[in-house]
């Protein structure tokens, strides 16, 4: 996977684009995980009753 | 109307408004930045930009009215928090069985992801910003040679990366503001309340002074 986006400028040098696309997904996955961790936490490990 | 029910403002009406603002805002932002990149195409630059600008404008006047007009303290991590949040893992690690203190207006998940927003949010303001001279606007024409390309590289890398952090951000925020046992806050965003009972049993009275609504 690339990690940025590059491409070439009219001398032939790579230039800096941002960051790829293709991380899209990793980070749409990290808000899920992060979801998922908190969502099996409250089911299996919360005390009972904890508001916070 | 019973003790327990009477209402308290936790967010008057403008804070509400430039929370919302800030909020909309940030969604278009994030709309018409990656829906082409996912072969969603429209004419997005210029909602783009002219969203970015409102945004700006929405965190600076929430930043005059926090510095000025609100209790600045209310969202600094103190000792307190750092404690609590201790006392919180032997908690739920089985290793206390007294529950951790109460917060003052904001906990410390909440101080820290409005602390995550502010950063990834000025970094994409800045940038953005920044990028801007590459487009024409009623104010300027374009001029793509104001930086050099191995700048203006470094500015979209980070401009990206601020943009791909905020769909982690958005999503977790998202997901915290509906759980059942946090929609009182939520409810406090959209209505400005919280009932005296959700204040006692969610706050400290030494760290956060209320109003009665």
């Known amino acids: 996977m690339e990690l940025l986006r590059t491409s070439r400028d009219v001398w032939g040098q790579e230039v800096l684009q941002g960051m790829s696309w293709d991380l899209i997904p990793v980070f749409f996955g990290a808000g899920a995980a992060i979801i998922l961790c908190h969502l099996l936490y409250r089911w299996l490990l919360a005390p009972k009753g904890q508001s916070r | 109307m019973p003790e327990d029910a009477r209402r308290l403002t936790r967010h008057a009406l403008i804070d509400r408004l430039l929370h919302w ?39 600076i006047a929430h930043t005059v009215r926090a510095s000025f007009w609100q209790d600045l303290g209310s969202m600094w991590i103190d000792k307190a928090d750092l404690r609590d949040t201790m006392q919180l893992a032997r908690w739920n690690l089985r290793m206390s069985a007294r529950p951790p203190g109460l917060p003052g207006k904001y906990s410390l998940a909440q101080k820290l992801i409005h602390h995550v927003f502010t950063l990834t949010g000025l970094a994409a303001i800045v940038t953005g910003g920044l990028m801007m001279v590459k487009i024409d606007t009623p104010w300027w024409e374009r001029n793509p040679y104001w930086l050099g390309e191995d700048v203006f590289g470094v500015i979209y890398v980070i401009h990206d990366l601020a943009a791909l952090a905020l769909i982690t951000l958005v999503m977790v925020h998202v997901y915290f503001a509906l759980r059942p046992e946090k929609l009182h806050f939520t409810r406090s965003m959209f209505l400005g309340w919280i009932t005296r009972r959700e204040y006692n049993e969610h706050h400290d009275s030494a760290r956060w002074a209320v109003d009665a609504d």
Request: charged residues 5%; aromatic residues 10%.
């Open chain 2, 21 to 59: 603002g800030m909020a909309i805002s940030t969604l278009i932002l994030l709309g018409t930045a990656f829906l082409p990149i996912l072969g969603i195409e429209f004419a997005w630059v210029t909602i783009h930009w002219v969203s970015g600008i409102v945004l700006t404008v929405l965190v």
